[in-house]
Every structure is written in structure tokens, then in C-alpha cells.
């Protein structure tokens, strides 16, 4: 992973983070802030996300991917055969519902980007 300034970082162990250039001279040119209380801490990191502090291992960037979030609606149908499918609404969860259908759910799917994948 090469750090970039069109992407959102946290800290390994949550913190919120801004980065301010990734350019900067030396070893770490990541350089930016992380969120400590209600103070911004100014630190820099290695192209990779290290951090330059020798006890900062809860301080290394993860990206922070987009949350998906989205209403889906459920047929559930029971028996060993049974078998469940997915719809953006429930008008059409009723539509293409078959008779042997026991349920119709509505979940939230909340997520990462790419979760799963």
C-alpha cells in the first residue's frame, strides 16, 4: 500500500487522521495529523504507513474504504430446498414472491467497499 492524498486514513488502532502531503523530504514524507482527544498531534509515516515514532505500531494508516449502506427486502422460503432472494423493494419482494414463501424481510446491508470480495 502507497499512501495518497484522493484516499481517507485511520489509525490502526481507530484515531482519525488528516494527511497533508505525502511528498515531503526523508525516509517518512507521509506527513499529517492524528486526532488525540480534541488536539491534532502533527506526525509523518513511510510510504507504506508506518509510522515514524518508535512506539507507534497503533499509529500505522489503513485506508478507509466507503460504507455501503442499503435497504434490501427477503423472500425466505422453507424445506431443505428452500431458497432465499433479494430485492430493492418490497412491492417487488411481493411481486416475484412464490407461494411456498414463509417470510419477507427487510435487512440492512452496512459494509465496506469491498467487504466480503
Not at 488528516?18 to 514524507?29: F, L, S
Not at 518508535?54 to 422460503?77: A, C, F, H
Not at 432465499?84 to 465496506?112: G, L, M, Q, S
Request: net charge negative; charged share 25%; hydrophobic share 30%.
Amino acid at each position: 500500500m502507497t499512501i495518497s492524498m484522493d484516499k481517507q486514513y485511520r489509525t490502526k488502532d481507530g484515531q482519525k487522521v488528516r494527511v497533508y502531503a505525502v511528498d515531503h523530504w526523508g525516509e517518512y514524507p507521509v506527513v499529517g495529523a492524528v486526532l488525540c482527544g480534541t488536539c491534532w498531534v502533527t506526525i509523518s509515516w513511510r510510504e507504506d504507513g508506518v509510522c515514524s515514532s518508535t512506539n507507534g505500531s497503533n499509529l500505522t494508516l489503513v485506508e478507509v474504504k466507503p460504507r455501503i449502506q442499503k435497504d434490501m427486502w427477503l423472500n425466505i422460503y422453507g424445506g431443505k430446498q428452500g431458497h432465499t432472494a433479494a430485492f430493492d423493494c418490497k412491492d417487488d419482494c411481493d411481486r416475484y414472491a412464490a407461494p411456498n414463501r414463509i417470510a419477507c424481510v427487510k435487512i440492512t446491508i452496512d459494509c465496506e467497499e469491498g467487504e466480503g470480495l
